[in-house]
């Protein structure tokens, strides 16, 4: 599951080349299934999304994007640091976004942490992202 933060005002196609430009990379990089795609796209106004346009990085812009991902099993760093250059050439590609402008973070979890549907744990259906 992905969480996609920025700030308000951008069109729904460069909102949907966002989100097919991360489930792209996810699915390079990460090795996750083509219909394993669960997106949140949340737009802030100014006064809601604070950051720091050099902390660790930038310049930021007002493009900024924060993605936080919650995957299922594990990665290794090596995997981790494919999907981040993954993602960030996606993401230059198409809507444009300068990699600079783009910030990850990523979280595992357990199976059991898990229910897709009917209240049954993904651990139980063997499923993990």
Do not use: C, M, T
């Given at each position: 599951m992905s969480r996609i933060s920025l700030l308000r005002g951008k069109p729904p196609e460069y909102l949907r080349a966002l989100a097919d430009?991360?489930?792209r990379a996810m699915e390079l990089a990460?090795?996750?299934?083509?219909?394993?795609?669960f997106q949140l796209i949340?737009?802030?106004?100014?006064?809601?999304?604070?950051?720091d346009r050099h902390y660790e990085g930038g310049p930021r812009s007002d493009d900024f994007v924060l993605i936080a991902i919650t995957v299922?099993?594990?990665r290794s760093a090596a995997v981790k640091q494919?999907?981040?250059r993954q993602l960030v050439e996606e993401l230059a590609a198409a809507p444009g976004i300068a990699p600079e402008d783009v910030m990850v973070v990523i979280t595992s979890s357990q199976g059991e942490d898990?229910?897709?549907?009917?209240?049954?744990?993904?651990?139980?259906?063997?499923?993990s992202s």
């Open positions: 430009g991360l489930q990460f090795n996750v299934p083509q219909n394993d795609r949340h737009q802030h106004a100014p006064h809601e999304l604070i950051f299922g099993k594990p494919a999907f981040y898990w229910s897709f549907a009917g209240g049954r744990p993904a651990a139980s259906l063997g499923v």
